[in-house]
């Protein structure tokens, strides 16, 4: 079990859920793909396929969103995308609005110059963002 994921399952444990099999293998599994997977693909993946239904893999990926251990990405319920929220990293994101995929940008994120100055001008501490950038994929143009 990597570090990631012990850390993971401590601040769900520290929130007050139980650790069940069913949120450490989705844990691992969200800790694996380091891209955003759709309710499906997840439900799909080697751990959870046997383990258990689709109604508790959303139910414990709504749990880990209110906990902020996970974000949830993407259009609407039906394209809805989950990943993994790692302390000290973040990732920014294209979308398609036409076909609901979604990447995450490769470029250097532009904004921590920004973050920067909000931090000097607000006296905030720990900021963080992650943005969402929407257009159409140049395979549905
Ligand atoms: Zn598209
Ligand atoms: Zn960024």
Redesign the pocket.
């Known amino acids: 079990m990597s570090e990631l994921v012990q850390d993971t399952i401590t601040r769900l444990r520290d929130s007050g859920m139980r650790k069940t099999k069913a949120l450490v293998e989705l844990v691992e599994t969200l800790a694996d793909e380091s891209r955003p997977m759709t309710l499906a693909e997840l439900c799909a993946s080697k751990r959870l396929v046997d383990l258990c239904d689709k109604a508790t893999v959303f139910r414990l990926l709504q749990k880990f969103a209110d906990k902020g251990v996970v974000r949830r990405l993407g259009l609407h319920e039906r394209a809805a995308y989950f990943v993994l929220l790692v302390p000290g990293r973040?990732s920014?994101y294209l979308i398609c609005t036409s076909c609901g995929t979604i990447e995450a940008i490769k470029a250097p994120?532009p904004?921590h110059a920004l973050e920067d100055e909000i931090r000097e001008k607000t006296g905030y501490q720990n900021l963080y963002?992650?943005?969402e950038f929407f257009g159409v994929c140049p395979a549905c143009v």
């Open positions: 973040h920014d994120c904004v963002h992650e943005l």
